[in-house]
């Protein structure tokens, strides 16, 4: 795994994508250079009494010009702080973090991401090779579909039904008759909890990327443990650290 470094950012582009969903590249060649799919970064805010940092995944990795993506949704002060930041601002990040994406050999892939989970599927289905059917679930407005549609066929469920299929991501799969693939999935639990029912009964396989709260970031609090099938050989219980071990688990690895 690839060295984690805390180092500095620099802002050089912040877009707001749509309501309260901001895209922003960062200039960082150490991690830029070493990030894989999945994997998420720590940013830490400049105000003080917000210490801890916030985990955001990496949207996309340029590693020739050392930029990396985040796009995100304004939940609280954190991100708040974050969306305000101007181009050529410096930020304080820690990356790469997490296992990210296993890129298994697969030529049919199912890439399923859920409202603010959606963001790290898009470096995934750049490096995915072979077919890809890429089911994107929001609750009203969209973003990032015209990106996704450069690698694959984009299939959308809005919660309100104004575009594509009204319902979640297992509602627009049945309607396209979508049953075959390895699948990769990252959202809510919930979500991943319908992706992993879907799965079994489907007989696949499935890789679930899990957004749970965390605090360090690197596996030392235990903060963020999700139940596991197997005993964790870091605390002897079944929990499994989801900024360390995951965020990417195999759906028969974990308990939703
Ligand atoms: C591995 C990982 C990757 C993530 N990737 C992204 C991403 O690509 N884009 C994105 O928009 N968000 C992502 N998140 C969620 C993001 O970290 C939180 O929205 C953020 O930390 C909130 O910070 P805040 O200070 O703005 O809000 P706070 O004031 O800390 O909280 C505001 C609201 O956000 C919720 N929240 C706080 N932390 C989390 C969390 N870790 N996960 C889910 N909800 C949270 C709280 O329950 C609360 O309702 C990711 C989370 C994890 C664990």
Known sequence: MAEIKKTKAVIMENELLCDGIY???LKEESIAKVAKPGQFLSIY?????????????????DDEKTM????????????????EAKKMDEIE??????????????SNSILIGG????????ELAKN????????LGYRSETFLVDEFKLYGEVIIATEDGSIGTKGNVIDA??????TDGMIF???????LRGVKSFASEHNLVAQLSMEERMACGIGACLACVCKSKDKDHHSNVNNKRVCKDGPVFYADEIEL
């Open 23 to 25: 895209s922003i590249w």
């Open 45 to 61: 805010c400049k105000e003080g009494s917000r210490l801890l940092p916030r985990p955001i995944s990496i949207c996309e990795i």
């Open 68 to 83: 990396l993506r985040i796009v995100f949704r304004v939940a609280g002060a954190g991100t708040n702080e974050i969306a």
């Open 93 to 106: 990040i820690m990356g790469p973090l997490g296992n990210g994406f296993f890129l298994e050999n697969t």
């Open 115 to 122: 409202g603010i989970g959606i963001p790290p599927m898009l």
């Open 128 to 135: 995915l090779p072979g077919k890809k059917q890429i089911v």
């Open 173 to 178: 799969m049945r309607e396209h008759g979508i």
């Open 185 to 191: 999935a990252c959202g809510p639990t919930p979500m």
